[in-house]
């Protein structure tokens, strides 16, 4: 989670909540001077899980290393972040995959089964962090 931060924008906080409780942070001033911002992620030590939340939503699990669904959201804000397309050709080369630019200005990603099949969230995640030279360390 703490390499996501790069992509996500979250400010990441090493204290822990239970339930669905917020953390218990600091009081304002210290918050500034420790640099939050939202959106905030947080350990929830009952569901042994990442929770991620901005100001005016609630909190939800957030696992891009395992769900396709949160690994679609670092791909969003991704691109969001780099609609100039500059990065497109890296991302693809870290996927594995071609890409083609068509008309109007529209990048085209090929894939074939067998990259599709294999692509994981985790793939994913990394191939997003390596284009932006995130330093990343191996899992255990």
Same mark, same amino acid.
């Given at each position: 989670? $703490?390499?996501? &931060? +790069?992509?996500?924008?979250?400010?990441?906080?090493?204290?822990?909540? /239970?339930? =669905? +409780? @917020?953390?218990?942070?600091?009081?304002?001033?210290?918050?500034?001077?420790?640099? *939050?911002?939202?959106?905030?992620? =947080?350990?929830?030590?009952?569901?042994?899980?990442?929770?991620? $939340?901005?100001?005016?939503?609630?909190?939800?699990? *957030?696992?891009?290393? +395992? @769900? *396709?669904?949160?690994?679609?959201?670092?791909? #969003? &804000?991704?691109?969001? @972040?780099?609609? @100039?397309?500059?990065? %497109?050709?890296?991302?693809?080369? +870290?996927?594995?995959?071609?890409?083609?630019?068509?008309? =109007?200005?529209? /990048? %085209? *990603? &090929?894939?074939?089964?067998?990259?599709?099949?294999?692509?994981?969230?985790? #793939?994913?995640?990394?191939?997003?962090? #390596?284009?932006?030279?995130?330093?990343?360390?191996?899992? /255990?």
């Amino acid at each position: 989670m $703490r390499n996501c &931060q +790069h992509v996500m924008g979250c400010w990441v906080t090493d204290i822990t909540a /239970k339930g =669905y +409780h @917020d953390p218990e942070l600091p009081h304002w001033r210290e918050l500034v001077a420790l640099g *939050f911002h939202w959106p905030l992620a =947080y350990w929830n030590t009952d569901g042994e899980c990442w929770m991620i $939340r901005d100001i005016a939503t609630d909190a939800e699990f *957030f696992n891009p290393l +395992h @769900d *396709f669904n949160d690994a679609w959201l670092v791909l #969003k &804000q991704f691109y969001e @972040d780099h609609q @100039d397309g500059e990065l %497109v050709s890296p991302l693809a080369y +870290h996927l594995g995959i071609t890409w083609y630019e068509q008309a =109007y200005n529209s /990048k %085209v *990603f &090929q894939m074939n089964l067998e990259q599709l099949v294999n692509l994981t969230p985790e #793939k994913l995640c990394i191939a997003i962090l #390596k284009t932006l030279s995130v330093n990343i360390e191996a899992s /255990k």
